[in-house]
Every structure is written in C-alpha cells, then in structure tokens.
C-alpha cells in the first residue's frame, strides 16, 4: 500500500511537471517568429484577461497600466502607498499580468483589453520577460515597437508613458542597449515618452540591492522586482510628467 501511494505520488509530481512545462512553452513562442509574434498563455489567464477588460469599461480609466509583475504587483496591500499616488489623482486601471512578456501583452491588446475605452494616458513597461524565451536585444525591442504601435492605432488619442525595463541581475537581453535603442527611437515622437527610471534602482552599474524584494529571501534569488520603496520612486518620478500630459490634453480639447 505505501509502495503504491509512493508511486502514485511519483507521477502527479512528473505529471505536474509536464504541465508546467507546456504552460512555459506555450508563453514563449520560437524566437525567430518576429516580434509581431503572440500566444495565450492558459485558460485562466484568458478568463482573466477577459474579466480585465470587462472592468476597464465599466470604469472607464483616465490612466492605464499595462505590464508584467513589476508593475501588476501594485495590486498588493504592501505596495498601496505607490499605487495611491496614481489613483488619487486619476482613474485608473492596471491591466498588468505577472509573467506576461511581450507576445502576451500583445495577444491581450489584439483581442480586445483596449477596446471601447479612451483613457488619456497609457503606462506601458514590459520586455524583462522575453529573457526567459531567449530572446535577443533586437527582437525585444521590435516587440515593443509593435506594442506602441498597436496602442497607438487603437487609441489614437492617447498618451503612452513608456518605461525603460528596469536594471535586473541574469541580464540576458542587454537591458542598457535595449533601453538606448527605445529611447532613440521614441526620442521625437510628441505621443510616446521614454522615461529611463535606470538611475532610481543602480549606479554606476551596481544595483541598489535595498530596493529589490529578492534581496530579503533566504536563500537570495536575482534581483528583479522593486520593493513597496522602488515602487513609490517611480510613481514619485513619473507623476509630474503624468499630471502635465493630462493637463495638456485637457487644455487642447477646450
């Protein structure tokens, strides 16, 4: 009887494994597709996905969020005082996803999380993901293009805040140059605005490890996601920008 129990245990434990490895690949679609690539990642996060939208256009957001788990863990009590800093002063929603990379994020726009909505600014920070799926500095930086893109047709009159992707150790993907490239290739256009938030979390290439929730754990794992701390530093540092692009917009509609 313990033989079987044991044994049945063995194959829920590789039978959970299996799974989770079809979820992984299934968030990472082949390299060399070209950044327009995009894939659902599992049934729950398509309800999810789903019930985001559906939310949105009750509220009808004057500013949105859209991302990974840096940004969707404002969600969490610990991290109310930075995600206050933007709800006090607008409407808003976070359509952000832990786990998401740049193919999932597409996919959420492509089927309908900005539709029937008219926020007048849209944060946007996404790409540190895409280093699990291997892929290059290049092909991030195309993604992201494609995203801007596909915000911008489908919300013609909105602003988009783009944020650079945040310093992190195991980088994979080059993360200064793929921030140089963004901010060239933004640098001109009156709609997008690159803000580099680099300086907030590392100095001469040294990370601030105080601001890192993963420098608490035991054992440490790599320095990635912002404490309540790094989180309130960027809201602190991109409000101004946020509070001018509405005025502006309110301004030029009257």
């Known amino acids: 009887m313990r033989a079987r129990s044991i044994a049945i245990l063995f194959f829920q434990f590789f039978g959970m494994l299996a799974l989770a490895h079809q979820v992984v690949a299934a968030d990472c679609p082949d390299p060399d597709l070209g950044p327009a690539s995009t894939t659902a990642r599992n049934e729950i996060w398509r309800a999810e996905v789903a019930r985001q ?39 808003t929603y976070n359509f952000a996803s832990s786990g998401d990379n740049t193919s999932n994020l597409l996919w959420k726009i492509e089927h309908g999380v900005l539709d029937r909505i008219n926020p007048s600014i849209v944060m946007l920070m996404i790409g540190t993901n895409d280093q699990a799926c291997k892929r290059s500095r290049e092909l991030v930086e195309g993604a992201i293009a494609v995203i801007v893109g596909s915000i911008r047709q489908r919300l013609p009159q909105s602003q988009i805040v783009l944020q650079s992707v945040l310093p992190r150790e195991a980088d994979l993907i080059d993360i200064p140059a793929l921030n140089n490239a963004l901010e060239k290739r933004y640098r ?30 035991v054992p440490p794992k790599p320095l990635l996601h912002p404490t309540a701390k790094g989180a309130r ?20 509609s009257e």
């Open 53 to 91: 939208a559906r939310e949105a256009r009750k509220i009808q957001p004057e500013l949105i969020l859209l991302g990974d788990s840096i940004t969707a863990q404002l969600k969490y009590r610990s991290a109310d005082v930075a995600f206050s800093l933007y709800t006090d002063v607008f409407t």
């Open 188 to 217: 001109d256009n009156p709609q997008v605005h690159f803000v580099d938030l680099t300086a907030l979390f590392s100095s001469g290439g040294k990370l601030h490890r105080e601001l890192y929730k993963e420098s608490t754990l």
């Open 233 to 252: 530093l960027i809201a602190e540092t991109l409000m101004p920008l946020l509070q001018h692009l509405v005025q502006s917009n309110h301004d030029n």
